[in-house]
């Protein structure tokens, strides 16, 4: 199975770089989020890619996609859906919103007020939608891409901090190198590759792919690292809010999902490495002493990963990553 992933991830992988250039770090983070059955705030400056990001990978998967253009006067109902009167069966009828897809896309998500953002809360976290006491079951996969601009700050909210807890990651594209930028203007000027983008695979066999990633082996050696790697976000001077135990979970999530895309059936200390900063930098709050000393909550995330200690004992059932890391391979 892990065979299959592999090559169904290249395909994706590949797709999405077409339209995304240069940025396969990217590219990863956004596919472990999706194997790891969670969700993915795109935050950087405008005309980077965030949205074409976006919109590649949920062109990639033959499955429902729906865009929802965040506005300050977006209501809740206009995501989640609204029950309307039938005169005819003389009942009400539910209209199911956007958020009643496989891959939803968020654009600006910062940009509706505080109520209408929370009505992605339960969607995220419990897969369901409630409406006027009905509970409607999302389908799976499911799977939010919300981007927002964080230096732009008239006519914005800021997400709330339930909210951002619930994105398993996030990731800044970042301007492309001068060698990526040329080819993207060699490549985009005259044409439009998301036009061509086909899919490369679709829903069922991404729940294939998913249900492949739960069986990866987690060692208690490497599930009391994570542990401790979260624990001590919470005693850092320089943060008022550390990572919540919801963090712990997708970072083990998002851990066995890189392991995955190594093709690996067990998860080592490196896979927690890689993808430790977008799954836990996001959530930090800094004090205001930390903020004006400049501190970031991603230097804080790699200075924990350099001091806490890394588990020696075998991360496998063969032990071979063990016996591997005291040879220095």
């Known amino acids: 199975m892990l065979a299959e992933l592999h090559t169904t991830v290249q395909r994706i992988a590949g797709n999405v770089e077409r339209v995304l250039v240069g940025k396969p770090d990217v590219v990863r983070i956004a596919l472990v989020t999706l194997l790891a059955e969670g969700h993915l705030l795109v935050e950087d400056v405008p005309g980077v890619g965030k949205t ?3 919109k ?15 506005t300050p006067d977006l209501l809740p109902s206009d995501i989640t859906g609204v029950s309307i009167y039938n005169r005819q069966d003389n009942d009400f009828e539910f209209r199911p919103g956007p958020v009643f ?21 339960e969607c995220m976290e419990e897969h369901q939608v409630t409406v006027d006491g009905n509970t409607y079951t999302l389908d799976s996969p499911f799977m939010v891409i919300a981007t927002q601009n964080p230096i732009e700050m008239e006519g914005t909210y800021a997400l709330p901090e339930a909210q ?31 036009r061509d983008l086909r899919p490369v ?51 083990v999530r998002a851990a066995r999902a890189q392991a995955a895309l190594a093709g690996r059936d067990f998860v080592v200390p490196d896979d927690i490495h890689a993808v430790a900063v977008p799954v836990l930098a996001h959530r930090l709050v800094l004090t205001a002493e930390a903020q004006a000393a400049r501190r970031s909550p991603v230097d804080l995330i790699r200075a924990l990963l350099q001091r806490v200690p890394v588990p020696h004992g075998a991360a ?12 220095g391979r």
């Open 52 to 54: 074409s990001l976006a």
């Open 56 to 70: 590649a990978l949920a062109r990639s998967i033959d499955c429902t996609v729906s865009r929802i253009q965040f």
């Open 101 to 121: 897809a496989n891959i939803v896309v968020g654009d600006e998500i910062n940009r509706a007020s505080p109520k209408t953002q929370s009505a992605l809360l």
């Open 164 to 194: 951002r807890d619930r994105f398993t990651a996030r990731v800044s594209i970042g301007y492309p190198d001068p060698q990526a930028e040329l080819a993207m203007v060699d490549e985009h000027a005259g044409h439009d590759p998301m």
């Open 201 to 251: 695979s679709d829903a069922d066999q991404v729940r294939k792919l998913v249900a492949a990633v739960r069986r990866v082996h987690l060692s208690p050696e490497v599930q009391r690292y994570a542990v401790e790697l979260v624990s001590a976000t919470r005693r850092l001077p320089e943060l008022r809010l550390g990572a919540s135990p919801r963090s712990t979970l997708h970072l």
């Open 316 to 327: 496998d059932p063969t032990g071979q990553w063990a016996r591997d890391n005291r040879a």
